[in-house]
C-alpha cells in the first residue's frame, strides 16, 4: 500500500481574548468644594474607646480537599461510547488533522450513519474524500488520481455501520481515563494492508468524541482532532454522491 492510501485510511478511520486587567481609578477632589459641603469625616471621632473592645478577626476556614480521581470503569467507557455513536446518527463540524508528517489540514466533516461521509478540506489541500455507504472515493485535485475501496477495507469503517458495538466489530485493546479525557484504544485486523491501530477520545463530562488518532498498517499516525460538532444538523445527501468516472479506478 503506498503512503498515500496509509494516510487515507488512517484520515477515514475515523476550536478568547486575553481582557486587560485594567485597575479602578478615582476621580480627583475638586480644588474648590462648595460653601455647604460637609465637613471631612474624622475617623478618630468614630473609632472606638477601647480598640481592644472592637470586632476580632475571623478565623480562616480552610477549604474542604478536592475529592480524588476516580477513572471511569472500562465497561462503563465502552457502553458509553456506544450510546454515543449509537445516537448521532448525522454529525456536522470542523476537523484540524496532523498527518504522519506533521503537516496541518482543515475542513469540514460530515457524516449520515450509515455508511456515509465526507471530508471537505479548505485550501491548499488538495484531496477529497467521499463515501456513499457502500465505497469511499479518494480524489486527489493535484495528482489527479482518483482511487475508490470498500468502506469494508478502512479504519473506522465500525463507525459508519448502522449498529455499532465496539465490544463486537473490533478488538478493545486498552480503556484509560484522566480529568481531561476518555480515550479507548482497539484493533482492526480487516483493513486493507493489514491490522490498524485506533483511539477515540472522548470528552469525560459530555462523552462526546473529540479526537481520533489512527496507526496505520504500515506505521503511519494520523490525528484528527473535532471541533463545533453539531449532531442535529443533517447534511445534504448529494455531498455524499461519488461521481460515475471515479468508479473504474475500484481498488480491491
Do not use: C
Not at 465637613?39 to 473592645?53: C, E, I, Q, V
Not at 485550501?123 to 493535484?142: C, F, M
Not at 460515475?244 to 480491491?252: A, D, G, W
Amino acid at each position: 500500500m503506498n503512503r498515500t492510501a496509509g494516510y487515507v485510511f488512517a484520515l477515514i478511520a475515523g476550536l478568547a481574548g486575553l481582557g486587560s486587567a485594567a485597575g479602578l481609578r478615582a476621580e480627583p477632589s475638586p480644588a474648590n468644594p462648595p460653601a455647604n459641603a460637609p465637613a471631612p469625616a474624622n475617623p478618630a471621632a468614630n473609632a472606638p474607646a477601647n480598640p481592644a473592645a472592637g470586632p476580632k478577626p475571623a478565623k480562616a476556614v480552610a477549604a474542604p480537599a478536592p475529592n480524588p480521581f476516580v477513572p471511569m470503569d472500562p465497561a462503563v467507557a465502552i457502553q458509553k461510547a456506544n450510546d454515543y455513536f449509537n445516537t448521532a446518527t448525522t454529525m456536522v463540524g470542523d476537523f484540524v488533522q496532523i498527518g504522519p508528517d506533521g503537516k496541518r489540514s482543515e475542513g469540514k466533516i460530515y457524516v449520515q450513519r450509515p455508511g456515509k461521509l465526507r471530508f471537505e478540506y479548505a485550501q491548499p489541500a488538495t484531496l477529497e474524500i467521499v463515501a456513499d455507504g457502500l465505497s469511499v472515493a479518494v480524489h486527489d485535485r493535484k495528482t489527479e488520481t482518483k482511487d475508490v475501496y470498500f468502506i469494508s477495507q478502512t479504519p473506522l469503517k465500525f463507525l459508519l455501520k448502522d449498529h455499532i458495538d465496539l465490544s463486537r466489530d473490533v478488538k478493545v485493546v486498552d480503556v484509560a481515563s484522566d480529568p481531561a479525557s476518555v480515550t479507548i484504544q482497539v484493533e482492526d485486523n480487516s483493513t486493507f494492508g493489514g491490522t490498524s491501530e485506533i483511539k477515540l477520545v472522548f470528552d469525560p463530562a459530555k462523552f462526546t468524541l473529540k479526537q481520533w488518532e489512527v496507526t496505520d498498517p504500515q506505521g503511519y499516525e494520523t490525528v484528527i482532532s473535532l471541533f463545533n460538532i453539531d449532531l442535529t444538523k443533517k447534511p445534504d445527501p448529494n455531498i455524499f454522491q461519488l461521481t460515475q468516472e471515479r468508479l473504474p479506478n475500484t481498488n480491491n
